[in-house]
Every structure is written in C-alpha cells, then in structure tokens.
C-alpha cells in the first residue's frame, strides 16, 4: 500500500471516530460530560443518540449507561424510557418522553 493511501485512511478513520449514524447526520451535537464519561448527543423526534467519545477501561453498555442517561436529561431535557436502550458501549440509543 503506498504511503499517501495508508496516510489518507488513518485521517479518514480518526475523523470518523465522532461522527452521528446515517439517521443522525446533519443534526448538530452537543458534548457532555457525566462523571468523566463524554458523550456528543443527538436528538431525532423521541429518540436520542449518544456518542460516548471518551476512553475507559472494559466498559459495558449496562456500565455506560447511568452516564448516558444523565447526559440525555442534562442535554434534551427528556427522561430516557427504560427498556428502550440500544446499542453498545460507545454508540447507543435511547427513546425519550419529553416534557
């Protein structure tokens, strides 16, 4: 592989690193950090998607997620539904009800 290919697909790999999935792309995000877990969050109607962008140790989804529904209150203001997670420990998603 040439050198200027292997160098144009680590750029494209890091800057892929915090971009929103196919449902989520053109809606702006909002970084939060809950108990130095960080997230960039997106809002779609009543669904919610996290990004944790953060580094941690052999996390879980189910040890992620007390911090990502904290970051979902802080940064939409909507309550996420239990049972409605989905995902894995970096990208999930989440219903919500709002007030």
């Known amino acids: ?48 998607e996290l990004l944790r962008t953060s580094r941690e140790f052999a996390p879980t989804l189910q040890s992620v997620v007390p911090q990502a529904a904290q970051a979902v209150i802080e940064v939409t203001g909507c309550t996420p539904r239990a049972g409605t997670w989905s995902g894995e420990q970096t990208l999930m998603r989440v219903r919500v009800d709002c007030p």
């Open 1 to 48: 592989m040439h050198l200027k290919t292997l160098a144009a697909l680590m750029v494209l790999s890091l800057t892929a690193c915090n971009t929103a999935s196919p449902g989520f792309m053109g809606i702006e995000a909002e970084t939060v950090t809950i108990e130095g877990s960080t997230f960039d969050v997106r809002r779609k109607d009543d669904v919610v």
